[in-house]
């Protein structure tokens, strides 16, 4: 026999060793299962977790609608969610590739060896087969609108990226962080909309679909899909924009079609300067959306060429100068000291501005800058192009809050010397030299023209409101402070721009007299130093007469022979006008 007291000491090894065990267990099942070791692991939810098969549908970020309250197109699309268990049900699967007109087999394919949800996307998938998969009631087959890659080519500079950035994530919000309601893997906006009303839009949990299953796969009896969404009542908010999404897709094809690549187009409503569509080009790639070379082109200032002629003439007619029986050589060059270009032979002011005489604005805006250097700075106040154009204020504790974070200042001068310099006050006069100047600016100002005289702030969203339809707030009509033309220097520039199409020698004549709406506008082109490109514009509104929409197209790398901008333009002009004409009838 063996030695009874070794065998007396094993038992008690043994003993100690099973309680141990068994407190393990206890202290496992019973009672720290819900903050298991000093990672703080809660068993309950990890060993659900195993047996859950989930896929987001929505990551709980606010969305976004166009002005008539419609999910902005390309965002939310209509899918249909396959749980693996599926490939074994045949007779179920049949049926769902009939409605989906695809093989069974090629979802059999889909489905094979995978451990989750498969998630089937085609163009071919409407609304309306959403709605028969989901009366089919198969287990597993789900039609859902799901929220796809936000990266889009339609309206992307309006609507801007989300990436993640935890660094970004602990700068903007760390209080929500510290909180627990944000994660700092969240996805925020970088750019557009995206990231002005990021605070609003940010997310605060995703919805999803959960399945418990067996280790098979199959669906553990008794229970059917769940849907889990923060328990938030009025969250994820909405944001409404001010975007037109059928006058977004004119202005794209506008834009496409005369195969501009670097430049694009801006459309505001006269009424309220809402921004209703925007385009830049080139369009940033989904892998790095702060690409250097891509930013919003319509917020940064350019150089305008002859459309800062607008300016000078309303410093010309405001400071009174005598400009009715004057005549000015327009075949010298700008600075007057030998043969234009262009010779254009002697014209009136009013003949000057419709064909673009150089020489004549040249040798206004150097009588004026004698009398006051601060002429361009107080006319261009005066017109709301020296302050910021997009929508900007306190809302809450955000202050400043910009619509179009994005903006840059215009620019007149590179110094004050030179406006003691005649040949660089030519310069400027005819929108050269150091003057920039933002299309979205030029379009504002082309809209209070239109409208008469009263300035008012671009905006890109209406209102914020809540999931239960409340308003969380909402952006009002803003007016851009300061001075304001006269009446009698509004009317004449009204006359000098409908006069640039309506002129049989109008730089605006051959392309748009012909269009079903009257155009009021003005051309630009600026040399841009050595490089063989220009900068060309075409900045107007329309219908002239009833003024609605005030337009800007620009082509930052245009070459000398061509007229891409007056093409689009004219195209935009159509292709509304036919809308609203559709659009009457339908009434």
């Not at 490939?87 to 007109?101: A, D, P, Y």
């Not at 008794?222 to 969250?235: C, Q, R």
């Not at 005489?357 to 009588?367: G, I, P, S, V």
């Not at 006269?486 to 409908?498: A, D, E, F, G, K």
Request: aromatic content about 8%; hydrophobic content about 40%.
């Amino acid at each position: 026999m063996g030695n009874p007291k070794r065998i007396y000491h094993i038992l008690i090894f043994i003993s100690i060793g099973l309680l141990i065990l068994i407190g393990r267990l206890a202290q496992i099942q019973l009672f720290d299962t819900l903050s298991f070791s000093r990672h703080q692991i809660n068993l309950v939810e990890e060993s659900v977790e195993q047996r859950v098969h989930s896929i987001a549908i929505d990551d709980g970020r606010g969305k976004l609608l166009d002005r008539y309250g419609e999910l902005i197109q390309e965002v939310h699309k209509p899918a249909v969610i396959l749980f693996p268990f599926l490939v074994r049900e045949n007779t179920q699967l049949r049926k769902i590739s009939n409605v989906l007109k695809v093989s069974a087999e090629q979802l059999e394919r889909k489905l094979e060896d995978r451990s989750t949800p498969f998630v089937f996307k085609s163009n071919d998938i409407s609304i309306a087969i959403v709605e028969e998969i989901n009366e089919m009631q198969i287990p597993g087959a789900y039609g859902q609108m799901i929220v796809q890659d936000r990266q889009t080519d339609f309206a992307a500079h309006f609507i801007g990226a989300v990436r993640e950035n935890p660094k970004l994530v602990l700068e903007r919000y760390p209080d929500r962080v510290e909180k627990g309601l944000l994660n700092k893997t969240t996805e925020i906006g970088i750019r557009g909309i995206q990231k002005a009303f990021d605070p609003f839009l940010v997310s605060e949990g995703e919805s999803k679909l959960i399945y418990h299953v067996e280790q098979s796969g199959r669906p553990l009896f008794g229970l059917d899909v769940k849907y889990k969404a923060p328990s938030n009542p009025f969250y994820p908010i909405a944001l409404n924009t001010t975007l037109d999404q059928e006058k977004q897709k004119i202005l794209e094809q506008a834009i496409s079609d005369a195969q501009i690549q670097k430049g694009g187009a801006i459309l505001l409503d006269v009424q309220t300067s809402d921004v209703l569509a925007m385009v830049s080009r080139p369009l940033f790639p989904g892998s790095n959306p702060l690409k250097e070379g891509t930013e919003n082109q319509m917020l940064i200032p350019q150089t305008p060429g002859s459309v800062f002629k607008i300016v000078t003439a309303a410093a010309a007619i405001e400071q009174n100068l005598q400009l009715a029986d004057r005549r000015f050589n327009c075949d010298q060059n700008v600075y007057q000291d030998d043969v234009a270009t262009r010779k254009l032979g002697s014209l009136s002011f009013e003949e000057s501005f419709y064909q673009s005489c150089n020489a004549t604005f040249a040798e206004l805006l150097n009588e004026l800058v004698q009398k006051d250097e601060t002429v361009l700075e107080n006319l261009g106040e005066k017109l709301g192009i020296t302050q910021y154009s997009g929508w900007n204020g306190s809302v809450f504790h955000l202050d400043p809050f910009q619509h179009f974070p994005g903006e840059k200042k215009n620019i007149f001068w590179g110094s004050n010397e030179e406006k003691r310099v005649p040949r660089a006050v030519s310069q400027t006069a005819i929108g050269q030299l150091n003057v920039r100047l933002s299309p979205i600016s030029v379009a504002n100002m082309m809209a209070m023209i239109a409208r008469g005289g009263e300035k008012k702030q671009a905006r890109a969203a209406l209102s914020v409101d809540y999931k239960n339809g409340a308003t969380l707030v909402e952006f009002e009509e803003q007016d851009i402070k300061g001075p304001e033309l006269s009446r009698y220097t509004m009317n004449r520039l009204q006359s000098l721009l409908q006069g640039v199409v309506e002129h049989p020698k109008g730089t605006g004549h051959a392309s748009f007299a012909n269009l079903p709406w009257a155009v009021a506008g003005k051309s630009g082109t600026a040399e841009k130093g050595d490089t063989a490109e220009n900068n060309k514009w075409f900045a107007g509104y329309f219908p002239a007469d009833h003024p609605k929409y005030a337009l800007v197209v620009v082509d930052l790398q245009a070459k000398s022979h061509q007229s891409k901008t007056n093409r689009s333009f004219a195209q935009i002009v159509q292709k509304l006008y036919e809308y609203d004409q559709q659009s009457l009838s339908n009434d």
